[in-house]
C-alpha cells in the first residue's frame, strides 16, 4: 500500500479495536481453523521463533499459544493498539507495515490470518516468508479470495482490499521454496436484517479504511435500497466471506 492509504487503513483498525474482537467472528472461526490445521499438519509443539502479522485483538496469537510454546514469540500490526496484545501473551511487538518493517531474523513459524489481503502484492509477502524461515521451519497464512464481499463490490462499493487472491494463487508463490502440506478456500455467508447492519459490522471489524467517499442522508438511501433489492429476502440480507489458506513447510537444510 502507498503511504496514504497505509495511513487510512491502520486509522480504521485503530478505531474497531475495542469492537473488533467481538464483532469478528468470522475472523475467529478462521484463526481456530488455521491453529488446528498447524497441529494437525505435523508441526512441533515446541518452536524455537515465531512471527505473526496482523495480529490485532490476538484472534490468532491466542490460538497459537494455547497449542503451541514459544522460546520467542513476536507478533506484529500496523495498529500500535495491539501491543496491548503482546502484553498480554508475552511477546515482543513489532509496529508496522509488514513490507517495509524489518523481520526478526531467523524465524522458524511465520503465521498471518485474515491480513495479506491488505498487501497489494500477497505473492511477494508470501515468497519473502518462505525465505526467511529457518530449513524446516513452518509457514500458516491465511487470506482472503476474490468472492469476499462481492455484495459490496456489486453495489459500487470503493472498500475493496488490494490483495485478495485465491488458495492457488498463494501456493503458485511458494511451491518452489517450500513443501506445501495443505491449502483451501471456503465461502460462508452472514445475514444481517438489513444493509445499516453490514455497515456497522464493517465499521466494528476495522474493513471500511478503502472506503472513498463520506456517507450522506442520499447515498445512504440508495445504498440501502440497492444491497436490499439485490441480496435481500425475507430473513434480511447477505454479506459473503470467502477465506483462503495456506500451510507449508520449508525442507530441512542438506
Not at 495480529?55 to 514469540?73: K, M, P, S
Not at 495479506?116 to 487470506?143: H, N
Not at 476495522?206 to 433489492?229: E, H, I, M
Request: net charge neutral; proline share 5%.
Amino acid at each position: 500500500m502507498n503511504v496514504q492509504m497505509t495511513d487510512r487503513v491502520q486509522r480504521s483498525f485503530s478505531r474497531s479495536f475495542r469492537t473488533y474482537h467481538d464483532a469478528a467472528c468470522q475472523q475467529a472461526r478462521i484463526a481456530e481453523r488455521l491453529a488446528q490445521d498447524l497441529h494437525k499438519s505435523g508441526a512441533p509443539r515446541q518452536f524455537v521463533s515465531g512471527l505473526e502479522f496482523g495480529c490485532g485483538t490476538g484472534l490468532l496469537t491466542q490460538r497459537l499459544c494455547a497449542q503451541f510454546a514459544f522460546d520467542q514469540l513476536t507478533i506484529n500490526d500496523l495498529s500500535p493498539e495491539a501491543q496491548e496484545t503482546a502484553y498480554d501473551f508475552g511477546a515482543d511487538f513489532l509496529c508496522g507495515d509488514a513490507e517495509t518493517i524489518a523481520w526478526p531474523a531467523r524465524p522458524d513459524l511465520i503465521v498471518s490470518a485474515s491480513m495479506i489481503q491488505w498487501l497489494p502484492d500477497p505473492a511477494a509477502f508470501l515468497r519473502r516468508a518462505a525465505t526467511a524461515l529457518v530449513p524446516g521451519g513452518w509457514l500458516a497464512v491465511s487470506g482472503f479470495g476474490p468472492g469476499q464481499y462481492r455484495e459490496l463490490m456489486h453495489v459500487g462499493s470503493a472498500a475493496k482490499a488490494p490483495g485478495l487472491c485465491r488458495a492457488e494463487e498463494m501456493v503458485a508463490a511458494v511451491i518452489d521454496l517450500l513443501d506445501v502440506v495443505s491449502f483451501g478456500e471456503d465461502e460462508r455467508q452472514m445475514r444481517f436484517s438489513t444493509p445499516r447492519k453490514v455497515l456497522d459490522h464493517l465499521r466494528k471489524t476495522g474493513v471500511n479504511g478503502r472506503a472513498q467517499k463520506p456517507w450522506t442522508k442520499s447515498n445512504l438511501l440508495a445504498f440501502s435500497k440497492d444491497y436490499s433489492q439485490r441480496f435481500g429476502d425475507a430473513h434480511g440480507v447477505s454479506l459473503t466471506y470467502h477465506p483462503t489458506w495456506l500451510i507449508a513447510r520449508k525442507p530441512d537444510a542438506v
